[in-house]
């Protein structure tokens, strides 16, 4: 652990949502937006940098590189909270990378480094099987927003069922990947050719409904290629009732395989080219052939850190998994108020001092 952490592009917002994350990398940050300023005091201190992965200066990396200054990149973790984290809920996981970060196949990650040299032992992957079974029947999902069906809300039984989930389209996971899919209208297209006869729900991404990201399509545009546009209905709910699952790269793929079903990928997620999905994409690094459990245990035990707010201890993900589910019971009851726009400038405002009592029980 480094004496000194040089912080490049965290917004106010989001520092103390990060901050117990730091002390596993630094005992002590300092914040520099200006990426040559950061690499100087990096230098001078003979410590690390530390930039929010999405976040990250194009010039960083280079600049780091030039002095022999390490970067370390932090993301969002797979299961991460009971609201989303554009509307300022904290998170329960996040993933420190030394090396790239999982999102972006244009580089390894630490999570593509660890699925291809394989040789998890067989403890490791007897927990991802129970932590598996547990995200199906708790029914977890990375955000747990969302509510089960509506009353009016059927599909039919003869034909192929398909989930087409949406995405933020200046998410770093897109930008980094040479797919000409690339966004949200490009993969309805892409699917309704590839399956003209079958049943397509469309999920608009979650910050993108919530008008906190780009990427919505019109309804009346999405309606030519799909069957039915599923807003606010859980991803985990949807994905119990479909055949197949298209994506660029959105978790829900991973979420889908969890779940046992079929996946097809059309951008570079870090699920793919291992064997468990259908790709459009080559993916010349991962040469490995993994099981789900492998999949399961790099991804969600190995590779992400986990803290639990309420004690303000570090854990391990069936901890969060049990805080999560019950949060989200709590909050289906309580949705009126938690997702409505006086709570978000409050979290926005206040976040760093309060903790919602439903964290806290």
């Known amino acids: 652990m480094d004496g000194v952490g040089v912080c490049v592009g965290f ?6 949502h990060v901050k117990p994350f730091f002390c596993l990398i630094s005992d002590r940050v300092i914040y520099i937006e200006d990426p040559a300023r950061a690499v100087k005091c990096a230098k001078s201190n003979n410590s690390r940098i530390i930039t929010w992965a999405s976040s990250e200066k194009k010039e960083l990396a280079a600049l780091a590189k030039a002095e022999g200054i390490d970067v370390v990149r932090m993301e969002d973790g797979f299961l991460r909270s009971v609201g989303l984290g554009s509307d300022f809920h904290v998170p329960y996981s996040l993933v420190l ?46 955000y747990n927003i969302g509510t089960g ?64 990201r780009p990427g919505l399509i019109p309804a009346e545009t999405a309606a030519k290629f799909c069957d039915r546009i599923a807003g606010n209905i859980s991803a985990g709910t949807l994905i119990d009732l479909v055949d197949e699952v298209h994506t660029m790269s959105s978790l829900i793929g991973f979420e889908a395989l969890i779940r046992n079903k079929e996946v097809y990928t059309y951008g570079g997620p870090f699920y793919a080219g291992w064997g468990l999905t259908t790709d459009r994409l080559l993916f010349p690094r991962r040469t490995r052939k993994i099981s789900l459990d492998e999949l399961v245990a790099a991804t969600l035990i190995l590779y992400p ?38 709570s978000r400038l409050t979290r926005m405002l206040f976040s760093p001092y309060i903790r919602r009592k439903g964290q806290e029980q």
């Not at 986990?306 to 009851?333: D, M, V």
């Open 11 to 16: 917004p106010m917002w989001k520092r103390p």
């Open 97 to 142: 990378d030394k090396e790239g970060i999982y999102y972006d196949p244009s580089r390894p990650s630490e999570l593509e480094y660890t699925l291809e040299k394989g040789g998890l032992d067989g403890q490791l992957l007897d927990r991802a099987r129970r932590l598996k079974q547990q995200i199906i029947s708790k029914e977890v999902t990375k």
């Open 149 to 212: 069906m509506a009353d009016d809300f059927s599909i039919p039984s003869d034909k192929l069922v398909i989930l087409v989930p949406g995405q933020v389209e200046n998410d770093a996971s897109l930008l980094g990947c040479s797919s000409d899919i690339d966004t949200n209208l490009k993969l309805l297209e892409a699917v309704r050719k590839a399956r003209p006869k079958a049943f397509i729900l469309y999920k608009p991404h979650p910050d993108v409904l919530a008008r906190n």
């Open 305 to 342: 850190k986990y803290y639990a707010w309420e004690t303000r201890t570090f854990c391990g993900p069936e901890t969060i998994l049990h805080r999560l589910s019950a949060q989200h019971n709590r909050r289906l009851k309580t949705d009126w108020f938690s997702q409505g726009p006086i």
